[in-house]
Nanobody, 122 residues
Framework: VQLQASGGGLVQAGGSLRLSCAAS????????MGWFRQAPGKERQFVAA????????DYADSVKGRFTISRDNAKNTVYLQMNSLKPEDAAVYYC????????????????WGQGTLVTVSS
């Protein structure tokens, strides 16, 4: 599975961005998908995940109520809508895919995209 993340950029605090992750797999609908982020000097951390059907989602406490993960299996794409952005949300955001149950650990995912940079100015 090849993943291509896009949609990052510079936004002011309080603003919004929508990240997209396009997958190459014809069996995209059988993969759970996750978003992670990594700020400079920090470990990669879980942001959100969605099951293969879209029926189950999970979020990090730090983004609950502000971020929404969704997917369009017809377009082989998963999205991350980010609202009310804060300076601490600034990071490189990575999408990931798993053929197993979605989880909050990087080890749960076998496939990773290249990352897209989100910068939030205060």
């Amino acid at each position: 599975v090849q993943l291509q993340a896009s949609g990052g950029g510079l936004v002011q605090a309080g603003g919004s961005l929508r990240l997209s992750c396009a997958a190459s797999a014809r069996t995209f609908s059988s993969y759970g998908m996750g978003w992670f982020r990594q700020a400079p000097g920090k470990e990669r951390q879980f942001v959100a995940a969605i099951s293969w059907s879209g029926g189950s989602t999970d979020y990090a406490d730090s983004v609950k109520g502000r971020f929404t993960i969704s997917r369009d299996n017809a377009k082989n794409t998963v999205y991350l809508q980010m609202n009310s952005l804060k300076p601490e949300d600034a990071a490189v955001y990575y999408c990931a895919a798993t053929s197993l149950i979605i989880g909050k650990f990087t080890s749960s995912y076998s496939y990773w995209g290249q990352g897209t940079l989100v910068t939030v100015s205060s």
